[in-house]
């Protein structure tokens, strides 16, 4: 309703119960983003949850690292006035000495030698014996001086190199778990170096996990697409049964799907039984297609088609059929129309497929676990092996970070190249 003032101008619009209606209009627009923020919260907590805080936690736990400090928090502000030069001063090895000697002492987790020798063990490979060993016999130093005391027990404490890992090993954040993902370390002077050659496995891993994971793509695409195509123009009943045995593997356990392959690739296994059989090979030279980089192929091949399939034909299930009649009736060549007519309606499809699948694989883990070996393992597994085996976390946190921020800069470039906006999943 409208009031009208005296001089016959419309006053303010009011609603029928007398409330302003700008008013009403305002609350009722709250009202409905607190409903739609209801709706939505279970998926924001799910996203906070199983994304966002772990994440976060990995990216913090690469760089913190509170062994120094926790194991002999006295010596850990001391050595922070070192300089560096020649050995720290005789009151530094007194409070190191004490300190060593209280950690010994000490079993609560995470605050022992052991836990130090373990860190100093990854800056310097063979150093924890050192530490274990001194720690035991420092029951026997009670008096200075104790530079030469330490010295005295083993001659690796007269190194500077020790004595300033020591020192980095006292902060709390540090960089070292990039610098070992990268293949990289600080030496005895304290400037970055790269690792010496046995060390240099994780670049060579990460090159061949984005080379192999490329490889899958375009073999998926290369599979995918005429199979797309397929089920697009087919009649929908036939279309619909070949789409259920597109989707019959999502109804198998991964696991057994991938040790069905071990079955079957293995040198006794089914492929090499039919490869004999036909003589395309003889008994004597049956092919090792298994515990190495082919199996993890063809298994990873096999369990990822799905994922470039699906976005492939619910993109050229939209493409109308008369596009390449028109195309062929203006007098191009069936090659021709579909170059430039029905190819560049897919790219949408194509984009979301290389995309899925491309991030599905270099991440991946059970497989190459399974059928790799050493020749077939991917990054992933490395970060597993540190996460559950060595308990190196940090290590394995870095890792993790670095094939994030991977993912991130091809996803970037694809956007930049693709546009996000032009990927379709159905």
Same mark, same amino acid.
Request: net charge positive; proline share 5%; with cysteine.
């Given at each position: ?25 305002? /609350? ?33 736990? #690469?760089?913190?690292?509170? !062994?120094? *400090? ?20 005789? #009151? ?8 060593? /000697? $209280? ?46 005391? =330490? ?27 990039? %610098?070992?993902? %990268? ?29 192999? @994971? ?7 695409? !290369?599979?995918?697409?005429?199979? *797309? ?11 619909? =049964? ?42 004597? *030279? ?27 034909? @619910? ?10 009649? $028109?195309? /062929? ?50 990054? #992933? ?12 976390? #940090? ?32």
């Amino acid at each position: 309703m409208t009031d009208v003032t005296a001089s016959g101008v419309p006053g303010e619009i009011t609603t029928t119960d007398g409330v302003p209606l700008k008013t009403s209009l305002a /609350r009722a627009t709250r009202r409905q983003r607190l409903q739609a923020l209801v709706l939505v919260l279970p998926l924001l907590l799910f996203l906070l949850v199983a994304f966002v805080l772990p994440i976060g936690e990995m990216l913090f736990r #690469s760089v913190y690292s509170p !062994v120094g *400090s926790n194991v002999l928090p006295n010596f850990s502000k001391v050595i922070q006035e070192w300089d560096g030069e020649d050995l720290p001063p005789e #009151s530094t090895f007194e409070v190191f000495v004490k300190d060593m /000697r $209280a950690a010994r002492e000490n079993n609560e987790i995470g605050k022992t030698v052991g836990n130090l020798a373990t860190r100093i063990n990854y800056e310097i490979p063979g150093s924890r014996g050192l530490f274990t060993r001194s720690a035991r016999k420092l029951k026997n130093i009670t008096e200075g001086p104790y530079k030469e005391a =330490l010295i005295g027990l083993d001659k690796r404490w007269e190194n500077q190199h020790i004595w300033r890992t020591l020192q980095r090993v006292s902060h709390d954040y540090t960089i070292s778990f990039y %610098l070992a993902a %990268l293949d990289l370390k600080y030496d005895a002077n304290n400037d970055i170096v790269r690792a010496d050659p046995l060390y240099r496995i994780y670049v060579p891993i990460m090159f061949k996990t984005l080379w192999l @994971s490329a490889l899958i793509t375009a073999i998926c695409l !290369v599979i995918a697409y005429p199979v *797309s195509y397929l089920l697009a123009t087919l009649p929908l009943r036939t279309s619909n =049964l070949l789409m259920i045995m597109v989707l019959l593997p999502f109804w198998t356990s991964l696991l057994v799907r991938t040790t069905a392959w071990i079955a079957m690739l293995q040198t006794e296994g089914i492929v090499n039984d039919i490869l004999v059989f036909t003589q395309i090979i003889p008994e004597g *030279s049956r092919i090792q297609m298994v515990y190495n980089m082919t199996g993890t192929i063809v298994a990873m091949v096999h369990i990822l088609l799905p994922f470039m399939i699906l976005p492939l034909y @619910s993109v050229m299930k939209t493409i109308p059929p008369y596009y390449m009649r $028109a195309a /062929r009736s203006l007098g191009a060549t069936g090659t021709y129309s579909f170059i430039k007519v029905y190819f560049p309606q897919t790219i949408p499809g194509i984009a979301a497929g290389t995309l899925l699948v491309f991030i599905l694989a270099i991440g991946y883990y059970i497989t190459p676990a399974l059928v790799g070996g050493n020749d077939g393992l991917l990054i #992933s597994n490395l970060i597993a092996d540190h996460i559950k085996k060595t308990l190196n976390w #940090s290590l394995g946190a870095a890792l993790g970070a670095i094939l994030l921020a991977i993912v991130l800069v091809f996803y970037w470039l694809y956007n930049k190249l693709v546009g996000v906006d032009n990927l379709k999943f159905g």
